[in-house]
């Protein structure tokens, strides 16, 4: 069965990583991967969503989710130690990562082969695929003014109320080869626990992406990211909050509507149920968290049993 | 006294050293810094000489003379991991003085404006100043072919025969501001015990700087890179065979005629003393290997008696 997972960072690296690990066929999975919080980082081309799902696949991945496990951070003390106003943490081991794909870049190659490379040279066994080659970044606006999306994630520690959002660079991104092409041939399409706002909506903003999904005749399940009311990780339940939409699976459901044809809500929110399917969308209520690498391999395996039992 | 100091890598960098740790006003000092084996490691702007010389200014150079001491290599070994050709060994902390000075170059500024931050980050007393802004590369001419400098002296080793160097950016090269004058209103023009090709011969070649030392009326003074037939550090002995000259400080000597009025040779070599002279060239014998950062400062002194008794 081809498979196509929509991934922003930590939660899709984690679904995905159980995906990969339940289905037959890995290399029919094709992961669409958000390239909007992707950042220069001292002239080296960083993108945080493809490592973290890059490394979590390895089985590599930081604590937190992010970065390399037991990674170092030599080279970031010392740029502290010159002088350097060093917000964003690069270990290492993480800064190969880095510099392997800024050359590439910088070859004339694009952020496609770049990703192909290291995610083979990290021994993944599925597809890969930044939504696009082109710059496409996340302007978060907040009352504070317009923040880099990870001026505002990262070094404002998501703390500025968020009022809207840009994509200058939607309009021109071209999706990245394959895109469109794996999204037509899935026959199974999972948006993963992500951000709607920052991880989700910048992958549907790539122009022909969002059609392809809502005209796929292929199962379109999300997940929600929202859990209880609160979200598992990141800025999710806030945005949600500050944007006027209701914190909960059910706001989830309303702005998926059209593009996806059931939700995976967590047992705690089964109180939402009928409100959901009123939308029109299924409901699949389950234990929705997941918990260690095994919670990972169970939520997908229990996602992936209700379309091919 | 205003002292100019020409330099090249790690024999230049001890001597240096010396010179500062026994002078009584540091910022007289002026080290005038080789850039022709400067390299792009993965975009990064890496200038191996003038590194030496900061570390060892800042008594922070490895075992070797070069990089940090006690440096960790984590990206590098994580680069080979990812399938990299890493034949330039670059530190962990090492790196982050290559990307302060990349990001700064990356923004406009120069090389004389990182060298400058980078030095007074690192608590320098005296002026280091690269002999030129702009690209200014030796090209080492071997039997097997041309070599760019690092190719020839670290991926390979200094293991080819050497018939010659060119300098194809040294028509172009514009010297640093403050090269010309520092060496114009130097009181003592010292020429450290580097490699005369590919460390002095840069410096020289760069359009002014050759005439500055020639018609200097400053007392000029070099330390010979030969003692007793053989290169204390680094490929000057088989240079000097291969390209044809004596390999002695006499050999040294005639190359710095015109340019040095005095050289320093080991007493060792004290049986050089009348064929030097012959030349028209003074001769200082001494003790001129440095051993340990005491010999450094020995050496200097000794140096410095000569023309501040």
Redesign the interface.
């Known amino acids: 069965m081809r498979i196509v997972v929509l991934c922003g960072g930590v939660g899709a690296a984690r679904f995905l990583d159980g995906v990969v690990r339940t289905v037959d066929d890995p290399s029919a999975v094709t992961a669409i991967c958000n390239v909007s919080d992707d950042l220069s980082w ?3 081309h960083v993108s945080p969503d493809i490592d973290t799902v890059i490394y979590t696949l390895a089985g590599l991945e930081g604590e937190f989710g992010w970065g390399l496990d037991g ?2 951070h ?6 502290r ?4 106003d060093e917000w964003f943490t690069i270990g ?2 993480d ?3 880095h ?2 794909r ?2 590439l870049l ?1 070859r004339g190659g694009t952020l496609s082969e770049a990703t192909a490379l ?1 995610a083979t ?1 990290r021994g993944l066994t599925c597809s890969l695929l930044p939504v696009t080659n082109d710059p496409h970044p996340t302007i978060v606006v907040t009352e504070e003014g317009e923040l880099a999306f990870q001026e505002y994630f990262v070094r404002r520690r998501s703390a500025d109320t968020v009022t809207g959002f840009r994509f200058p660079g939607a309009a021109e991104a071209r999706p990245a080869p394959g895109v469109l092409e794996a999204i037509r041939e899935a026959q199974l399409i999972l948006f993963a626990p992500s951000n709607p706002f920052v991880s989700i909506e910048p992958l549907l903003s790539v122009p022909g992406v969002r059609t392809a999904i809502a005209t796929s005749t292929a199962p379109r399940i999300a997940i929600s990211p929202i859990i209880g009311g609160e979200a598992v990780k990141g800025p999710a339940a806030d945005m949600l909050a500050s944007l006027g939409h209701e914190v909960s699976a059910l706001g989830v459901a309303r702005l998926y509507l059209g593009l996806v044809d059931t939700l995976v809500i967590d047992n705690a929110d089964v109180g939402l149920v009928d409100d959901i399917e009123k939308l029109g969308m299924q409901t699949l209520v389950l234990d929705s968290m997941m918990r260690g690498r095994d919670g990972r391999q169970r939520l997908a395996s229990e996602v992936l049993r209700t379309v091919a039992p």
């Open positions: 001292h002239g080296l990674d170092t030599t080279a970031l003390e010392e740029l130690a010159l002088g350097g290492d081991r800064l190969a990562t510099v392997v800024s050359e910088r290291l040279a």
